[in-house]
DNA sequence: CTGTTAGCGCCTTCAG
DNA sequence: CTGAAGGCGCTAACAG
């Protein structure tokens, strides 16, 4: 099933086909009308590789990033998705589980395959960074910023995010936070804590526990972060939060009496449990949408964009509440 | 960048060098270094589209889903993954909304660019399953199985696994239950009404309403659900049955004094909340496994395996307990 | 506006 | 065991 053989059948010329398929050219309208039928009659669809072999290009785009099973994702991807199919490619995903030589290869496979990518919280380091980069294929960073690279980025404000947590909590009393940190090479874990170190400036003190980015990494942690004795516990994510929480809980702590919780991301993970979490929201689909126009314009148009911002917004919520004055538990709620 | 190239910079023909690259024939060890260092100093990777122009083939696998969103899915696909990367294959998904209309537009897409599909919970109706396994392509269906189908099917035991459910509650006294039903399109949902239909031969009474596959759609129905009078809510998965336990506790109902309420898929959803879920466990990771091994095997032998039915596991959590015996609630913990 | 011609980069017969 | 030659299906530059 070749263009040809659409050719014999519409009695025109393989070429003449390609041009009606593609709009490459004007066309007799009746030459293209037996193009139409004989495509249609014959269920011709064009052959992917030879096409791409023909023009160069895959119509894909590869999407890397480093946890399917983060909600986070599929929200971004949906996002994507339909950006790329509007203009008519296909995305290809591809899971690092968050290990940065993985990444290294999964980026050198996608660039094979795909006309240009996003690179969604990559781990790696700056300098991995520029030499992939280097390479020359279309790629946009997403949710990093990294100066000086050739690539677009487009992040949601993790910075401003998390300021927006501090000065909740600094405005409930709070002047003792303990922060579960996420993975140590997330550039997002990074601003998170800068926010943080930045709030100290308020007289707040907050000490950073390593912990992950997972509900079981929470879940672990909230012992210790109770032990620290402070008065309010913020999260790198959602996951981790619920996690902390539901050992809290199961340990007889109240929250947000004795203690507040702080999410990050919005997962809406709130449907489970009686209590809903404090958190600042991340506009996923937008971020998606827009890191999909962004790779499509960089691919059509070389155009360079400006690395953007993308705004949190503070969820107040049930876990957060008054610092307790003493010992007592005797705090109201936010 | 070639094969031409690296044929020159090791002084051997293309031919050569696509010989020492796939190990078609055997080459002279000397040939072979000069080709491998040539291809490492280059940074030589042999252009995918030329090569499945040249072969016929993609070196891809395409899957399709209802919705990534679900973290059922999510597991599957990093064990298909696995498998797809042991043979050398890339993975290709493309999740359909649960929209058989969109699903036969994806499974149309796939065959275009990937040697073999994965169709997983396709809900399109088995005329249009025959008429896209009709093309030819190798399939395998992943959780559908279709009798005289010419494609390999791979399924865990939704009916077993209801059939467990009805027999737990069964023992604890229930007579009467209620199923929160999934989307009407799904096969899995039937086999589910199938198992719950044959529960009534020992007496149990079943209502069905339909509902949906989210943890939304379960926390509409609650409501509903309380109002049959029924003493168990069943549900289509634990996403649902998390929606609908949130709802009844806002509603200060007691599970599972009060009512029980039973899961199903293990979603491992439990980290959340103080009870965790009485469900049934599926073997994701074997399920995504098998699959990828059966589609394999098809691409590779034409090997037309037996339909393979996956157990699951009863998981006997906090949220089923015994029969409340009149209108007060004094039943005791499964 | 249409048909013919020459590749895109690779694999795979076929000679040697 | 190696090189040369043809073709995979499509597009694009070229004549007509």
């Not at 690092?96 to 290869?105: A, F, H, K, L």
């Not at 990518?117 to 020359?136: E, I, K, N, T, W």
Request: charged residues 20%; hydrophobic residues 40%; proline residues 5%.
């Amino acid at each position: 099933m070749t263009i040809t053989d659409v050719g014999v059948a519409a009695r025109v010329s393989p070429s003449t086909v390609s041009r009606v398929l593609n709009g490459t050219a004007k066309v007799d309208p009746a030459l293209a009308d037996r193009v139409h039928q004989a495509v249609r009659e014959l269920g011709y669809r064009p052959n992917l590789a030879a096409q791409g072999l023909a023009r160069g290009e895959w119509g894909t785009i590869g999407v890397m990033l480093p946890d399917l099973a983060n909600p986070y994702f599929p929200d971004v991807l949906k996002a994507v998705t339909a950006v790329a199919r509007a203009n008519g490619r296909r995305v290809m995903v591809m899971e690092s589980d968050e290990d940065p030589t993985v990444e290294q290869d999964l980026v050198t496979e996608l660039m094979r395959c795909c006309d240009g990518l996003l690179l969604c919280s990559p781990r790696m380091d700056r300098a991995q960074l520029v030499d992939l980069v280097g390479h020359g294929h279309p790629m946009v960073l997403v949710n990093r910023i990294a100066p000086g690279l050739a690539a677009p980025s487009i992040s949601v404000d993790f910075y401003a995010g998390m300021t927006l947590i501090c000065g909740h909590l600094a405005q409930l009393g709070h002047r003792e936070v303990v922060y579960l940190s996420g993975p140590e090479a997330s550039w997002a874990n990074g601003e998170r804590v800068r926010a943080l170190n930045a709030a100290e400036a308020f007289g707040m003190k907050v000490t950073v526990l390593p912990c992950g980015s997972t509900t079981r990494d929470g879940n672990e942690a909230a012992p210790r972060a109770l032990e620290s004795g402070a008065t309010a516990i913020v999260t790198y994510n959602d996951l981790v939060a619920q996690g902390a929480l539901t050992r809290l809980r199961q340990q007889g702590v109240d929250v947000p009496k004795e203690v507040s919780v702080v999410g990050f991301d919005d997962l809406s993970l709130d449907w489970f449990g009686l209590a809903t979490l404090t958190t600042v929201s991340t506009p996923r689909d937008e971020l998606g949408r827009r890191a999909g126009e962004m790779l499509e314009l960089l691919m059509t148009e070389g155009h360079d964009t400006e690395p953007r911002y993308l705004p949190m917004a503070l969820l107040v919520r049930d876990t957060t509440g008054t610092v307790r004055t003493t010992a007592s538990a005797r705090g109201a709620q936010g």
